[in-house]
């Protein structure tokens, strides 16, 4: 059987390179994209290789990312052009494969068994391609899974293409430390560093018996992936994941000081989260909320709904509650983000309760349906909760979507 030919393409500082072929004046310069100061994202996004070198970090804030490198030009985001950027580099890749699967939206595995062609001639032509026809670079791991080929687009940047073959994966891989394989997480690495496992290999050799025993089937998941016996496959390019989560965040310009506050704030998050259920036929079955403080210490809780919903204001209603039993004030919030989580089906059976008001449940479907049908035909801000109406702790713009798919994104 013919071994398997999976690459990994990362776009090298994709926003920043994106901005320097917007601006051409800033190519070879520090620039880092950030967000706004003013509302309070101001921190690094990304960075151009020469900011980098200087010591500008993605997640700096702006103030730091100055301080390290002082000729630093930063440039606001224009998520628009990067979108539009990241489809021309799907359209790229889809010429040598229908087995394209993303990964962020500068990174993306391809499946080139069937290409007829040897992986890293294809990887090449891919790399040249990229820089000839959008002006930006990639860096391409290619490899005989997706946890090697993505290693292998880590190791040399940028504008370059590496090979972890079956040969030599052991010598390649194996001395790296934990922390770089893929889902190995900070929390998980600090786990296995006081268990003096300290590099891939380490993994490997414990063993899928130890790893089950100490850290479950996620680690046995890892042995495998260190082990080199990753078999997922790359997804066809028209394939859709399920949607896990979806959810709403800002970051307030100025900080949450009370619950009263907080509660308007969720209320008018909780109104995306709604209309997206239904634009997606999900139902949620539980509701996350995630606190980030003053101080920048952060807060994660969750509970279980009644019955099933699509309903903003249940999940509001749930969320407050959350905020109400598990948060201690002993600090004022500055972000907050609400999550309908444990998705099913709208036209998933469920278990009925006694206890339910299910007409009234209906009733507020319908009239949250109808609120989105006027929305629709006049605009998000024609109709909006009255309790809103005096919001002031949350600018135009501010706030992220986010929708978690089956695998989580970086």
Same mark, same amino acid.
């Given at each position: 059987m013919k071994e398997r030919c999976i690459l990994h393409s990362d776009a090298n500082c994709f926003y920043?390179? =994106?901005?320097?072929?917007?601006?051409?004046?800033?190519?070879?310069?520090?620039?880092?994209?950030?967000?706004?100061?003013?509302?309070?994202?101001?921190?690094?996004?990304?960075?151009?290789?020469?900011?980098?070198?200087a010591g500008v970090k993605t997640g700096m804030a702006?103030?730091?990312?100055?301080?390290?490198?002082?000729?630093?030009?930063?440039?606001?985001?224009?998520?628009?052009?990067?979108?539009?950027?990241?489809?021309?580099?799907?359209? !790229?890749?889809?010429?040598?494969?229908?087995?394209?699967?993303?990964?962020?939206?500068?990174e993306c595995w391809l499946d080139v068994t069937?290409?007829?062609?040897?992986?890293?001639?294809?990887?090449?032509?891919?790399?040249?391609? =990229?820089?000839?026809e959008l002006g930006i670079t990639v860096s391409i791991g290619v490899s005989f899974n997706k946890i090697f080929a993505k290693l292998g687009?880590?190791?040399?940047?940028?504008?370059?293409?590496?090979?972890?073959?079956?040969?030599?994966?052991?010598?390649?891989v194996w001395p790296l430390p934990c922390e770089e394989l893929l889902y190995c997480g900070r929390a998980t690495t600090a786990k296995l560093n006081h268990l003096s496992i300290k590099t891939i290999g380490d993994i490997a050799r414990v063993g899928p018996e130890f790893m089950g025993e100490r850290f479950g089937k996620n680690g046995?998941?890892?042995?495998?992936?260190?082990?080199?016996?990753?078999?997922?496959?790359?997804?066809?390019?028209?394939?859709?994941?399920?949607?896990?989560?979806?959810g709403h965040g800002i970051t307030c310009v100025a900080d949450l000081e009370n619950m009263e506050e907080v509660r308007m704030v969720l209320i008018a998050?909780?109104?995306?989260?709604?209309?997206r259920l239904r634009v997606y036929h999900l139902k949620a079955k539980g509701v996350q909320v995630y606190i980030r403080d003053s101080r920048l210490c952060s807060y994660l809780s969750q509970a279980q709904l009644e019955y099933p919903t699509q309903s903003e204001a249940? =999940?509001?209603?749930?969320?407050?509650?959350?905020?109400?039993?598990?948060?201690?004030?002993?600090?004022?919030i500055r972000a907050i983000t609400?999550?309908? !989580?444990?998705?099913?089906?709208?036209?998933?059976?469920?278990?009925?309760? !006694?206890?339910?008001?299910?007409?009234?449940?209906?009733?507020?479907?319908?009239l949250e349906r109808t609120v989105d049908n006027i929305r629709g035909r006049y605009g998000k801000t024609a109709i909006a909760p009255a309790v809103l109406m005096n919001e002031h702790k949350m600018p135009p713009h501010s706030d992220r979507e986010i929708i978690m798919p089956g695998i989580m994104h970086k």
């Open positions: 920043a390179s =994106v901005e320097a072929v917007l601006n051409p004046e800033l190519r070879g310069k520090a620039v880092a994209v950030c967000g706004s100061t003013e509302e309070r994202h101001g921190i690094v996004l990304a960075k151009s290789e020469k900011a980098k070198k702006n103030w730091q990312a100055k301080e390290c490198c002082k000729d630093l030009i930063i440039v606001p985001p224009r998520y628009e052009y990067y979108m539009k950027f990241s489809k021309y580099l799907h359209s !790229i890749y889809q010429r040598y494969t229908d087995l394209v699967e993303p990964f962020g939206m500068d069937n290409t007829l062609r040897d992986g890293m001639e294809v990887a090449e032509e891919i790399r040249q391609t =990229v820089k000839d687009s880590d190791m040399k940047k940028p504008d370059a293409v590496t090979q972890i073959s079956r040969d030599d994966y052991k010598a390649k046995v998941a890892l042995w495998k992936y260190a082990s080199g016996n990753d078999t997922s496959r790359v997804a066809h390019q028209d394939s859709t994941m399920p949607a896990k989560s979806v998050l909780a109104q995306d989260i709604g209309h249940s =999940v509001s209603q749930a969320a407050i509650a959350l905020v109400e039993k598990n948060y201690a004030w002993t600090n004022q609400i999550s309908a !989580i444990n998705l099913v089906s709208e036209s998933a059976l469920e278990q009925t309760t !006694i206890f339910c008001d299910y007409a009234k449940v209906e009733r507020q479907s319908k």
